[in-house]
């Protein structure tokens, strides 16, 4: 096969303007969603406070978005359209503290060279619209008279008409509509204040009013995001004082988790924004208490001062640069931990049921079954419920319970757990505490207890394995890292860069447990090691830690390498499967879940209780129907 001689080089010469437009097309014009993000921006930024988005064929065919907006003026308009103008920036001082949506100034000229583009504009201190309409390569915009009320509508036709291999790229209808809806749900989950409208083919999918209340803006989200979202949602909202960070939104609970990460949105000063940085924050908070696999679903809001924030490093502008990356980091991660540490079965349960239900009553026992049923029964390995246990004992029977069968961790477990002295704990309601009073053992792997509003059930070994988790962290936290010298040091080869920031924190990882010392410009020895990873592979854990701080200026990677072998002592620690407790055991358990942060999942994310209301109870059996 005869290879193609390589063509001579040609002068120099400038690009013509339809060309650098068409070429600044590649990078702002992907798909119809990409116009209709650089569209919606343009009308947020003019202030509007109503959206109508109109498209047809997924908005190849036409993509028409209509706001009520400043608007451009006539002397405006055709310049609107020519590259690099814009009135969001007039000087460099300008460009470090952005707080527009949109700024480059390439958005309409870039759309206008692959398209039929339309825009009709009136101000409100300008009698008559005006519109200027661009096809194509000819560049060429013509001014007219228009009827138009206040505000702005931009038409845009036949995506691609005059470009037909980048036609070719694009998806299916029914993929690029997908790709234009979540451009929508972003920026309506933006801006709560701005009402929007989608229709599609003649077909209204989203109508969304502004959303200023509490209430409002859960109902956008349940519309957005389905119902789902906000029943599992948690309220965020954390300010540091000192370094002008505010972080509110929603985060859901980590049993609502997902298979992909679909439902993740992280505005930074109003601007949706994807970050390794932030990922890696989130990743961290759901650590212990996400399976395996799963995503978190999250609608975050990061407000800062803009001057901290450098939002002109993509063309796309879905990427940020944050100045202090690991304060950012570290704050949005204790945060998001505090948030769901501080969720116990009594607020997942007040949640759930805002109001309180009346106390359920119950039916009269069968007087074919007798009364006289031995308190044994209870720890059997099988359900047995007699008639007696309708009523939810008193907590001066869980005491005398408690002082009869002892502890509820016998001294051949590993697990080191208090008794449970006090009566009730400090959330009780109306007697019962939240997750109830133990009834049974099913099966020695399930507790049943009833609670104030039904039944819940307990997988004591997931649950038990939560307590003697946290309990070792606490005692570990409280002991600092001990470290134990090597025998023989560890040498550890890096480049001159990795050892000058070894050298600068030093101290981070003494704290750690590590003693390292710098031999050379590119040579790192191991000293001292944590005493719970004298078995690790230590160099590649050092290595690990310096990638971290060189990426996000901080790291947790020794935590959480502890954090996993405390994971598997407690594992082992905590009551097996077909072990048999007794009522004061199980009632033990209960208590000690109540005070413990993150008790709603064990250490693999698995969740450890299930409630059932009467209400859900009586639908099983049809009751009331």
């Given at each position: 096969?005869?290879?193609?001689?390589?063509?001579?080089?040609?002068?120099?010469h400038?690009?013509?303007?339809q060309?650098?437009?068409?070429?600044?097309?590649?990078?702002?014009?992907?798909?119809?969603?990409?116009?209709?993000?650089?569209l919606?921006?343009?009308?947020?930024?003019?202030?509007?406070k109503?959206?109508?988005?109109?498209v047809?064929?997924?908005?190849?065919?036409?993509?028409?978005?209509?706001?009520?907006?400043s608007?451009?003026s006539k002397?405006?308009?055709p310049?609107?359209l020519?590259?690099?103008a814009?009135s969001?920036?007039?000087?460099?001082?300008?460009?470090?503290?952005?707080?527009?949506?949109?700024?480059?100034?390439?958005?309409?000229a870039?759309?206008?060279?692959?398209?039929?583009?339309?825009?009709t504009?009136?101000?409100?201190?300008?009698?008559?619209?005006?519109?200027?309409?661009?096809?194509?390569r000819?560049?060429?915009?013509?001014?007219?008279p228009?009827?138009?009320?206040h505000?702005?509508?931009?038409e845009?036709?036949?995506?691609?008409f005059n470009?037909?291999?980048?036609?070719?790229f694009?998806r299916?209808?029914?993929?690029?509509?997908?790709?234009?809806?979540?451009?929508?749900r972003?920026?309506?989950?933006s801006?709560?204040?701005?009402?929007?409208?989608?229709t599609?083919?003649?077909?209204?999918?989203?109508?969304?009013?502004p959303?200023?209340?509490?209430?409002?803006?859960?109902?956008?989200?349940?519309?957005?995001?389905?119902?789902?979202?906000?029943?599992?949602?948690?309220?965020?909202?954390?300010?540091?004082?000192?370094?002008?960070?505010r972080?509110?939104?929603?985060?859901?609970?980590?049993?609502?988790?997902?298979?992909?990460?679909?439902?993740?949105?992280?505005?930074?000063?109003g601007?949706?924004i994807?970050?390794k940085?932030?990922?890696h924050?989130v990743?961290?908070?759901?650590?212990?208490?996400?399976?395996?696999?799963?995503?978190?679903?999250?609608?975050?809001?990061?407000e800062?001062?803009?001057?901290l924030?450098?939002?002109?490093?993509?063309?796309?502008?879905?990427?940020?640069?944050?100045?202090?990356?690991r304060?950012?980091?570290?704050?949005?991660?204790?945060?998001?931990?505090r948030?769901?540490?501080?969720?116990?079965?009594?607020?997942?349960?007040?949640q759930?049921?805002?109001?309180?239900?009346?106390?359920?009553?119950?039916?009269?026992?069968s007087?074919?079954v007798?009364?006289?049923?031995?308190?044994?029964?209870?720890?059997?390995?099988?359900?047995?419920?007699?008639?007696?246990?309708t009523?939810?004992?008193?907590?001066?029977a869980?005491?005398?319970?408690?002082?009869?069968?002892g502890?509820?961790?016998p001294?051949?477990?590993?697990?080191?757990?208090?008794?449970v002295?006090?009566?009730?704990?400090?959330?009780a309601?109306?007697?019962?505490?939240?997750?109830?009073?133990?009834?049974?053992?099913?099966?020695?792997?399930?507790i049943?207890?009833?609670?104030?509003?039904?039944?819940?059930?307990?997988?004591?070994?997931?649950?038990?394995?939560?307590?003697?988790?946290e309990?070792?962290k606490?005692?570990?936290?409280?002991?600092?890292?001990?470290?134990?010298?090597?025998?023989?040091?560890?040498?550890?080869?890096?480049?001159?860069?990795?050892?000058?920031?070894?050298e600068?924190q030093?101290?981070?990882?003494?704290?750690?447990?590590?003693?390292?010392?710098?031999?050379?410009?590119?040579?790192?020895?191991?000293?001292?090691?944590?005493?719970?990873?004298?078995?690790?592979d230590?160099q590649?854990?050092?290595?690990?830690?310096?990638?971290?701080?060189f990426?996000?200026g901080?790291?947790?990677?020794?935590?959480?390498?502890?954090?996993?072998?405390?994971g598997?002592?407690?594992?082992?620690?905590?009551?097996?499967?077909?072990?048999?407790?007794?009522?004061?055991?199980?009632?033990?358990?209960l208590r000690?879940?109540?005070?413990t942060?993150?008790?709603?999942?064990?250490?693999?994310?698995?969740?450890?209780?299930?409630?059932?209301?009467?209400?859900e109870?009586?639908k099983?059996?049809?009751?009331g129907?």
């Amino acid at each position: 096969m005869m290879q193609k001689e390589p063509s001579q080089p040609s002068s120099i010469h400038l690009l013509t303007p339809q060309l650098a437009n068409q070429i600044a097309a590649g990078e702002v014009v992907e798909r119809p969603a990409s116009v209709v993000k650089e569209l919606l921006e343009n009308s947020l930024d003019a202030g509007a406070k109503s959206v109508a988005l109109e498209v047809e064929q997924g908005g190849v065919r036409l993509i028409r978005l209509r706001d009520d907006g400043s608007g451009v003026s006539k002397e405006d308009l055709p310049l609107a359209l020519s590259r690099h103008a814009t009135s969001k920036i007039t000087v460099l001082e300008d460009l470090e503290a952005v707080m527009s949506l949109g700024f480059r100034g390439e958005a309409l000229a870039s759309i206008s060279s692959v398209s039929r583009l339309t825009l009709t504009s009136r101000p409100r201190h300008q009698d008559q619209a005006w519109s200027v309409t661009a096809e194509g390569r000819d560049m060429e915009p013509e001014m007219a008279p228009a009827a138009h009320p206040h505000g702005s509508t931009v038409e845009v036709r036949d995506l691609f008409f005059n470009t037909p291999a980048r036609r070719k790229f694009l998806r299916t209808e029914k993929t690029e509509f997908n790709h234009l809806e979540e451009v929508v749900r972003r920026l309506a989950l933006s801006r709560f204040d701005v009402s929007f409208s989608l229709t599609h083919n003649a077909r209204t999918l989203y109508q969304l009013r502004p959303a200023i209340s509490e209430l409002e803006r859960e109902r956008r989200l349940s519309q957005l995001l389905g119902q789902p979202f906000i029943e599992h949602a948690l309220v965020v909202d954390m300010q540091a004082e000192a370094s002008g960070l505010r972080l509110y939104g929603w985060i859901t609970q980590p049993t609502h988790s997902r298979s992909q990460a679909d439902q993740q949105y992280f505005f930074v000063n109003g601007r949706i924004i994807k970050d390794k940085v932030v990922s890696h924050a989130v990743r961290q908070a759901y650590q212990d208490v996400l399976y395996n696999g799963r995503h978190p679903a999250f609608v975050l809001y990061l407000e800062l001062d803009p001057a901290l924030v450098d939002v002109n490093v993509h063309p796309t502008k879905h990427e940020v640069r944050f100045r202090e990356s690991r304060l950012v980091h570290d704050f949005i991660y204790r945060s998001l931990h505090r948030v769901i540490a501080q969720m116990t079965p009594a607020s997942v349960l007040e949640q759930a049921a805002p109001v309180a239900p009346m106390p359920y009553q119950a039916e009269p026992a069968s007087s074919g079954v007798s009364a006289a049923v031995p308190e044994q029964q209870f720890s059997q390995n099988r359900f047995y419920l007699p008639p007696q246990a309708t009523s939810v004992p008193s907590a001066t029977a869980v005491q005398r319970q408690i002082a009869q069968y002892g502890q509820l961790y016998p001294s051949d477990s590993n697990a080191v757990v208090d008794s449970v002295n006090e009566a009730m704990p400090a959330d009780a309601v109306d007697g019962t505490p939240p997750l109830g009073f133990a009834l049974a053992q099913l099966h020695g792997v399930y507790i049943l207890s009833q609670s104030a509003t039904g039944m819940i059930l307990v997988d004591m070994h997931a649950a038990h394995e939560r307590i003697v988790y946290e309990r070792m962290k606490q005692a570990l936290t409280d002991e600092r890292l001990r470290s134990q010298p090597l025998l023989v040091p560890v040498s550890l080869s890096v480049s001159r860069r990795e050892a000058d920031l070894a050298e600068e924190q030093l101290d981070l990882f003494a704290r750690l447990g590590f003693g390292l010392q710098r031999l050379s410009d590119e040579t790192l020895v191991i000293r001292e090691v944590p005493v719970y990873l004298a078995k690790a592979d230590v160099q590649q854990l050092v290595r690990d830690v310096l990638a971290d701080l060189f990426e996000l200026g901080g790291s947790r990677r020794i935590e959480n390498h502890i954090n996993e072998l405390l994971g598997t002592m407690a594992c082992h620690g905590a009551v097996r499967a077909n072990r048999h407790l007794t009522l004061a055991e199980m009632n033990a358990l209960l208590r000690d879940m109540e005070r413990t942060e993150r008790s709603g999942q064990c250490n693999h994310g698995r969740p450890t209780w299930v409630p059932l209301s009467m209400n859900e109870l009586d639908k099983l059996f049809l009751r009331g129907q």
